[in-house]
């Protein structure tokens, strides 16, 4: 059913889904909405509208946002509503309603309800705190070398051990605890004990001054010739001998013999031992071959003199120990992890032109804008973003009413059917093709009619409305009837109701069109007449034969009349005069005139009203828009001038 009715004015509306506050149907399903509301999604319904997008929410008035269930606004926005989200989402951003997305670096643990850090490997002795960030448990340290493992400390040093444990040493083979505590560092130890002299060196004594190794022995100690007598024995005052093994290179002095002989960078110190130069270590468990020694392995590198590491081609040293690889060119937004080879940081990608350049990486399209950073774009010249993380839209500087914003050019460009208001650069009028006659243009090819004007058939043109409607009249202006010709206003207070006009006087008539009198009911024009209408009666009103007539006085009344007869009298002269009778009958005739006379009066009072009540029975007043309707039916009042026809 696309009208209503309307039991107040009793007429017919057309009917809309909702049009909403200040809007109102104005054809079977289209609405014409008023101010801050628009139909263009749907015709037989008023939206509110937003000058800016309602993001994550809905416009419930004009310029008003509403936020979604389970978002709120976000700061210093009326028209932006971010997600909320109840749990823990530190180090990471809410993207929708109780969901939770961890930033780059992180995870999210279900066990815990949190984002947590993400480290490439195992932390060992330590706990990831940060993205590949470690760190180490109480009583470890973190190593240069290796940053995702941590090395136990020892405050005593552990000198001749290594330290496995917080404060655990263990000792190397032929050292032992200091007092037999764990925490403390390691001595050497020498069995048997030393005689004369102290224990330097697993099973190796140093003698006490004045005592020497007795036969080469290295516990043993016995007094020394005054000039000495290095690895022998003084078996006199300044007599030395050596001992066995030994070779006498001078009379003081006893040399060990090694054999086969030891190599570079160490020495013979016993038969057939070799000891190792300072700062040299015998090279894979040779006894007579040593090699440089580094207190720290040479990471990436090689130990080519003591305590001094030689990096390996490629490779450049950024400590005394520790080598890292070089790429040349350097790598852009990446760390060289061999030499000339890049690794990306997250959030980065290589370069398809240059292996040693990585490129930011942006989830979403930045459109009109190049990604600078991770997730982050920069935006063309006339883009801008609504927010850090969004994508780069049209920005004009001014707001676009009726009109987007063009991008690249900050003008505002109108929608179709709009064009661009006079010496405004931003604001679009909407455009009616054929004008607006008696109207305004409210929408595209959409008039809207002034006060006192209503639709017509023709969209684009207003008539003038008058109310009443003009009775054979047309209205001119609004409530200003104009006549036709024939007809004019006879009462000021009816200036709607024209009525016909006729030169002579209508007698017993009606001027019911221009200079054509209508007789009354009961009446007939009269010969040679067009303005004067008789009686009819339809039993003829003859004479009675008693010296009176009869005469037709109104429809189907006859009147008697009587005459008194002049009689001649032979003979004498005289005369006589009306009998007693006569003067009865005429006495009695007068009377029932008198009484008659009233009752015909009021009858043909009654019978015009009736006529007058028959003519406006079948008048009709015409309204274009809603139909024809009967101004005297049962249902309506029978003053025409009480019928709304609505608005």
Known sequence: MIFRFDRCSEECRPKCTNCGTGGRCIAPGVCHCGEGYSNQRNQSICEAQCSEPCLNGRCSATDVCECHTGY??????QTACEPICSTDCSHGHCVAPEQCECHVGYRRSEALNKCVPVCEEQCEHGDCVGPNECRCHEGYEARLDRPFSCDPV??????????????????????????????????????????NGTCVAPNLCLCREGHVPLNGSHSVCVPSCRQGCENGFCNAPGRCECHAGY???????????????????ARCTAPDLCQCDEGYTPLNGSRHECEPHCPKPCYNGVCSSPGVCSCQAGYEAIMSFYCVPICSPPCIHGSCVAPDRCRCFTGYRPSAADAHVCEPICTDNCGHGRCIAPDICQCDAGYAKRWPSGVCEPHCTQRCVNSRCEGGTGRCRCYQGYSLRPFSSSICDPVCASGCRHGKCVEPNQCECLPGYEDTKDPYVCAPSCRPACDNGRCVL???????????????????????????????????RPDECSCLAGYALLAGSSSECAPVCTEPCDDDGDGGGGVCVAPDVCERRFYRARSTVSGGGGGSGPSCWSMLGGALLLCVLLVALPLLLLRHVQQRRRLQDDKQRVHLIENPSYGVCLAASEEQPHDSQQIDLGD
Do not use: D, K, M
């Open 72 to 77: 709120r606004w976000r700061a210093n926005s």
């Open 154 to 195: 020892c405050s005593s040093g552990c000198r001749n051990g290594r330290c496995l444990q917080p404060e655990h040493c263990a000792c190397s083979v032929g050292f032992s605890h200091i007092n037999g505590s764990v925490a403390a560092g390691c001595e050497p130890s020498c069995q048997p004990g030393c005689v």
């Open 247 to 265: 070779e006498q290179l001078s009379p003081h002095r006893c040399t060990p013999v090694c054999s086969p002989a030891c190599g570079s960078n």
């Open 478 to 512: 609004p409530g200003q009837c104009e006549c036709q010709p024939g007809y004019a206003v006879t009462n000021a207070s009816e200036p709607h109701l024209c009525r016909a006009q006729c030169q002579q006087r209508c007698i017993n008539a009606e001027c019911l």
